[in-house]
Nanobody, 116 residues
Framework: QEQLVESGGGWAQPGGSLRLSCVASGFTFSTYAMSWYRQSPGKERELVASISSASGTTNYRYSVKGRFTISRNNGLNTVYLQMNNLKSEDTAVYYC?????????WGQGTQVTVSS
């Protein structure tokens, strides 16, 4: 059964860092593009960063460029999101997503709270 499990969320002060991990199982991870999304209360889920399956090409939403880094380790079936210089507006539930053709899978989410 296909599964994505996120971890690494928690509380951080503004300017701090967190590293999210998402471990995949039940499908051929290396053939899927991976993304991180986030959703704050009352807002729509938004794409934060993505990484392709083959070339590892990355893309970021403008507000996190230069602060967040997405990476993947196909040997460990894991995608990461390194978040530096966190801001209060980064507070959200973060989800990872796997996509290949018409197939897509979501994780259950991990809460990130940035406050002083």
């Amino acid at each position: 059964q296909e599964q994505l499990v996120e971890s690494g969320g928690g509380w951080a002060q503004p300017g701090g860092s967190l590293r999210l991990s998402c471990v995949a199982s039940g499908f051929t991870f290396s053939t899927y593009a991976m993304s991180w999304y986030r959703q704050s209360p009352g807002k729509e889920r938004e794409l934060v960063a993505s990484i392709s399956s083959a070339s590892g090409t990355t893309n970021y939403r403008y507000s996190v460029k230069g602060r967040f880094t997405i990476s993947r380790n196909n040997g460990l079936n894991t995608v990461y999101l390194q978040m530096n210089n966190l801001k209060s507006e980064d507070t959200a539930v973060y989800y990872c997503k796997a996509v290949r053709d018409s197939l897509n899978y979501w994780g259950q989410g991990t809460q990130v709270t940035v406050s002083s």
